[in-house]
């Protein structure tokens, strides 16, 4: 599963990151569960974003957030954000529906599992395509752009297919015992799409993780290529949690899906230290962007617009 860190990845984790996290430290100050306070603390109590209004430096000047929460601005995802949203729901949906599978007809093999989920595989995703008609007109998509987001889509259904049924023999061969619950939770160890609320810190009171795993790590897709500060978003899921369960986070995992030349899905899972330094700078980016809402500053023009911007002709005429 793209969620599913191999044993080598964990014992990085446990071993390596989690171990140098705990003696490096993060000071109490910059733990979510601090969020009455400075630094930590909203500077306004009537102005809350989104984790990925945050996050999301596509935009360097933040000029995005005031066109839309200031000037009302309508706009529509571009390709790259309508795929991040196909490609979500096609994860959730095969990760919900094969432990629907399980809690519906109990213990049963992997193969079982597998005939299930692929049989599914192309009607499931035309379920999902149907949900997206609209936007994939606006943003531009050809009928060969939805063909090959489609194919990839099946196969990324499959990729997880198969995943899924690898650990569930796997885990049955080791437990051929095990209750229906434990089955679940061991072979489908993954939560997706957890909602949180963030009204502690500022953000959003509906926020929706991508997947929380082994307790103190929580993870993020990235459809398309690696970018530095997209380790802002595990940094601000790390701080809800906390704030919320008042429990440290200390490792996030970025999970980056790309795909070859055969549209077979491509992934590299990237886990990080959620340190201190993150934390300060997640925080001055909320800070920043919370005052060009409340105080209604034009922040300007990025010089270094990304021309996929949903903002762009607004900045630069049609």
Request: aromatic share 10%; charged share 25%; net charge negative.
């Amino acid at each position: 599963m793209v969620y599913f860190l191999s044993g080598e990845e964990r014992r990085y984790i446990f071993r390596g990151l989690l171990s140098r996290a705990r003696s490096v430290g993060v000071s109490s100050d910059w733990r979510g569960w601090s969020w009455d306070r400075p630094p930590l603390a909203s500077p306004y109590d009537d102005v809350f974003l989104s984790l990925s209004e945050v996050a999301s430096r596509y935009c360097s000047t933040g000029r995005d957030i005031y066109l839309r929460r200031v000037e009302g601005v309508k706009y529509f995802p571009n390709k790259r954000m309508v795929r991040g949203l196909v490609l979500h729901r096609v994860v959730e949906g095969v990760i919900t529906f094969g432990k629907q599978v399980l809690y519906t007809n109990g213990v049963v093999s992997g193969s079982f599992i597998s005939s299930e989920l692929g049989s599914r595989a192309s009607e499931e995703v035309d379920r999902i395509f149907k949900d997206f008609g609209e936007l994939f007109k606006r943003a531009g998509y050809t009928e060969e752009d939805v063909d090959v987001l489609r194919r990839r889509a099946i196969n990324l259904w499959l990729y997880e297919t198969n995943q899924i049924s690898a650990t569930v023999d796997s885990t049955l061969s080791r437990h051929p015992y095990i209750s229906l619950d434990s089955l679940v939770n061991l072979a489908i160890p993954v939560i997706v799409e957890q909602r949180l609320d963030g009204r502690f810190l500022g953000f959003s009171g509906n926020l929706s993780a991508d997947a929380l795993s082994y307790a103190p790590v929580v993870l993020d897709l990235k459809t398309g290529e690696f970018r530095p500060f997209q380790r802002l978003t595990t940094t601000g899921y790390a701080l809800v949690l906390e704030a919320l369960y008042e429990a440290p986070i200390d490792v996030g995992v970025l999970v980056n899906l790309n795909f070859d030349a055969r549209d077979f899905p491509i992934i590299h899972r990237r886990a990080h230290i959620i340190s201190e330094a993150l934390r300060m700078e997640l925080i001055e980016e909320r800070d920043k962007k919370m005052e060009i809402v409340a105080e209604e500053i034009d922040p300007g023009i990025a010089p270094d617009c990304p021309h996929d911007c949903p903002f762009y002709n607004t900045c630069h005429g049609e």
